[in-house]
């Protein structure tokens, strides 16, 4: 069974404390990997695909990394508006559609 | 701009009241799903629908029915035989061709029961 499990569930960090969320997953074949952000009460917005491990994508203060077994969102120098909960998803070959973690919660304060 | 539109934003049921959610969509996607999201817990399916005239349960189907008529277009009935229905309900769609698995989200429906 495809299982995606996020850590940690909730992080609060300083502004300028960089720091990285984990993402690992158990799928029978990964067609992506999906990184998603989303604020209290919208809904998700994309940020990342990843298709194969040792690819990373950057966005602003945001990279994303992938391994066989897991991925990591690294925040680097985050600030208050990276506030959100950021979502992590598989694509699996066997199926059609993304399969989501529990998500984490990062709070940045001033 | 193109998106997905989702109404109402809040509704709320008496118990024992079906009620339907609405999803339109202007992105010209094939495919279209509602996921559902609770305090947490992750997104879980409950319908998809890759074609007009052809849907798919998902993990949580039961106690919810769909209907795609048009491409645009995709309406969730939340019935009275499901159980906790008091929810944070998500329309997305994709692409078809090439199915990179992408989701373009609505803004969300909050349904709550009475």
């Known amino acids: 069974e495809d299982q995606v499990t996020q850590s940690p569930e909730a992080l609060r960090l300083q502004e300028g404390e960089s720091s990285s969320l984990n993402c690992s997953y158990t799928?029978?074949?990964?067609?992506?990997l999906f990184w998603y952000r989303q604020d209290p009460g919208k809904g998700p917005e994309f940020l990342f695909t990843?298709?194969?491990a040792g690819e990373e994508k950057e966005k602003e203060r945001l990279k994303a990394t992938l391994t066989k077994k897991e991925s990591f969102l690294h925040i680097t120098a985050p600030k208050p508006e990276d506030s959100a909960t950021y979502l992590c998803?598989?694509?699996?070959?066997?199926?059609?559609?993304?399969?989501f973690g529990k998500g984490t919660s990062l709070l940045v304060t001033p | 701009d193109g998106g997905i539109t989702q109404s109402p934003k809040y509704l709320f049921r008496k118990e024992g009241q079906n009620v339907t959610l609405s999803c339109e969509q202007n992105?010209?996607?094939?495919?279209m799903y509602w996921y559902r999201q609770d305090p947490g817990q992750g997104l879980r399916l409950i319908y998809y629908?890759?074609?007009?005239?052809?849907?798919q349960k998902g993990d949580i189907a039961e106690g919810y029915s769909v209907s795609r008529e048009k491409k645009e277009s995709f309406p969730l009935t939340v019935t009275s035989a499901q159980k906790n229905p008091t929810a944070f309900y998500l329309c997305?769609?994709?692409?078809?061709?090439?199915?990179?698995?992408?989701?373009?989200f609505g803004e969300g429906s909050r349904l709550t029961v009475l």
């Open positions: 629908s890759q074609i007009v005239n052809d849907f």
């Open positions: 992105l010209n996607h094939d495919a």
């Open positions: 799928v029978s074949g990964l067609r992506g």
């Open positions: 997305a769609s994709t692409r078809d061709r090439p199915n990179t698995g992408e989701l373009f």
């Open positions: 998803a598989v694509h699996p070959i066997s199926g059609y559609a993304l399969n």
């Open positions: 990843l298709y194969s």
